[in-house]
């Protein structure tokens, strides 16, 4: 490390007003909240999450060679309790000198922006790639800014000679210039110093860039970046196609799910004064917002906005010109008011009740609910959660030669899709589907390749519509299979499904595994 950075190294380090009200609230009902309803606010402040992991690993190192490398993990091992009797201590970064100076600040705002995003499209891309650990991606793209967020903390003359010189020349050269070294190079030593262990390193270094998490990792970070002014760069078609070979699916379904992510991360995460990407998703002719002034120390580098209130325009260059198209996919649009009629045609998720299936298996892991009452909260957050229309839960028989429905919802006494069932012999989609915990979206795109794999008794339960179908382990123990559609709308039209809510379709696949894994014995 070079010299100049040595006021990098660990210390006393701020938190977001935000993050330490939030955490100040949980503690006054610290018996109810659990480890995950904690980490996921301190997942949405990257120095919070840098402290919460250098603080537990810094404990841990010192006493064996274990490590920790999610927050959640980090708040089990040092006790939710005291982890919140802790954060009353933590200093708030708008109290802070660097957070007195509204230039510092709208650079630490931003840059906490383009962090939440490409944690969320890390995440997000993670689960969809069926990575069972996948904050550990999330946690990772997490910290990747956050030597840059210490250099305007800590060294905020150091940033702006940064910043100015990044306008003259490419990142890498002007990092040089300024630091001695690129931020690639830096990341890596600096976090480690920070106690930050081997195996979010390891997903950080560039040499490992070949690696498919790596690779996921990379192209969520780029695009994190590199929509922060426009969605128009040709740069990101590269990670576009990164992450349509990591996922194996197709660039234009890549492409909304990015868009679509950046929508969501926007209104999850909109109290920071900086634009989030979703903004820019119009593009929109206009000007950009000017550049912060190098003379004008007071003035933020980015105005004030949110996605309702302000769209992108072309890049200065070619402001001239007409506007390029976009991808060629559908833009992201802001949800319609819930009173539009189209709403009453095909079922809509609530996230709300989405969320709270995942909290309820979540605090049910200690075997309190049993197998009828487990399902119960696993159909309810895929039907009113996901906006799933026709639901089946099925299990192994006990001989271990077919897997049957055991619950439904949303089927008729009359369908037939009520007696839906297969052997474990055969050679059928749902049959290969169950030899390792893994979920399969049937829709246009792969319906040519699929449906042939389908057993025809099964076409015919099924229909001609898309579905989602997914297999449950509890470790190397098969527990069952779910299957879920949106089935037909008011109208007699077959209701689509989406990559978004297949993910989620995913993630609570994922959580009812280890709620059925925890059940209560039947006495």
């Known amino acids: 490390m070079t010299a100049n950075l040595e006021q990098l190294q660990p210390g006393e380090l701020p938190i977001f007003r935000r993050t330490r009200g939030v955490l100040l609230a949980f503690g006054l009902r610290r018996e109810q909240v659990t480890a995950p309803e904690v980490a996921a606010e301190i997942l949405a402040d990257p120095l919070a999450t840098l402290y919460t992991l250098h603080t537990i690993n810094k404990r841990v190192s010192a006493r064996s060679d274990a490590e920790v490398n999610t927050v959640e993990h980090a708040l089990m091992m040092q006790g939710i309790g005291a982890f919140l009797d802790a954060a009353r201590r933590l200093p708030i970064l708008e109290d ?25 499209q890390a995440r997000d891309f993670a689960v969809l790639h069926s990575d069972v650990r996948a904050e550990e991606v999330q946690v990772a793209a997490l910290l990747h800014d956050t030597p840059e967020m210490l250099l305007w903390l800590r060294t905020p003359e150091q940033a702006i000679r940064l910043q100015r010189q990044r306008r003259r020349s490419s990142d890498s050269e002007a990092e040089t210039t300024v630091l001695g070294d690129t931020l690639a190079h830096l990341r890596l030593s600096l976090l480690e110093s920070w106690n930050i262990p081997p195996l979010t390193l390891d997903l950080l270094s560039p040499k490992n860039a070949e690696r498919t998490r790596q690779t996921l990792l990379a192209a969520c970070i780029d695009i994190a970046q590199l929509s922060e002014r426009g969605w128009w760069d040709e740069k990101l078609m590269a990670a576009y196609t990164a992450l349509a070979g990591v996922e194996n699916t197709a660039l234009e379904t890549i492409i909304a799910t990015v868009h679509a992510n950046a929508a969501r991360v926007a209104r999850c995460c909109d109290w920071l004064e900086a634009p989030p990407a979703a903004t820019w998703g119009p593009m929109i002719p206009g000007p950009w917002p ?28 070619s402001a001239s ?17 819930e009173a539009e009629p189209e709403h ?9 009740i989405f969320r709270e299936a995942l909290k309820g298996i979540e605090e049910h892991l200690d075997g309190s609910l049993t197998l009828n009452q487990m399902s119960a909260v696993i159909l309810k957050g895929l039907h009113t959660g996901l906006g799933l229309s026709r639901i089946i839960f099925a299990m192994q028989t006990p001989d271990g030669l077919r897997v049957k429905s055991r619950f439904t919802l949303g089927i008729s006494a009359e369908d037939p899709l009520r007696h839906f069932e297969f052997e474990l012999a055969s050679k059928d989609l749902f049959c290969q589907l169950m030899g390792k915990m893994q979920g399969v ?20 339960m099924l229909g001609n519509g898309d579905f989602y179908t997914m297999s449950l382990y509890n470790g190397s123990k098969p527990l069952g299979l779910i299957y879920a559609d949106r089935g037909k709308g008011e109208g007699g039209n077959t209701c689509g499904l989406d990559p978004l809510t297949y993910t989620d379709f995913k993630m609570l696949c994922l959580q009812a595994a280890r709620g059925l894994g925890k059940v209560k014995a039947p006495v």
């Open 344 to 352: 009453d045609i095909c079922p809509m998720p609530d996230k709300h």
């Open 441 to 460: 979206w049937l829709n246009e795109g792969n319906r040519q390749k699929l449906w042939p794999m389908i057993h025809p008794k099964l076409q015919a």
């Open 96 to 120: 802070s000198p660097a957070g007195r100076n509204p230039r510092v600040l709208a650079a630490l705002h931003a840059l906490a922006r383009r962090a939440q995003h490409a944690a969320w």
């Open 321 to 337: 010109q007409p506007l390029q198209p976009a991808p060629p996919v559908r833009p992201v649009q802001a949800p319609a008011p």
């Open 290 to 317: 000017p550049e912060a002034d190098d003379e004008e120390k007071a003035a933020p580098a980015t105005p004030q906005a949110t996605p309702a209130t302000v769209a992108a325009a072309q890049p200065p260059a």
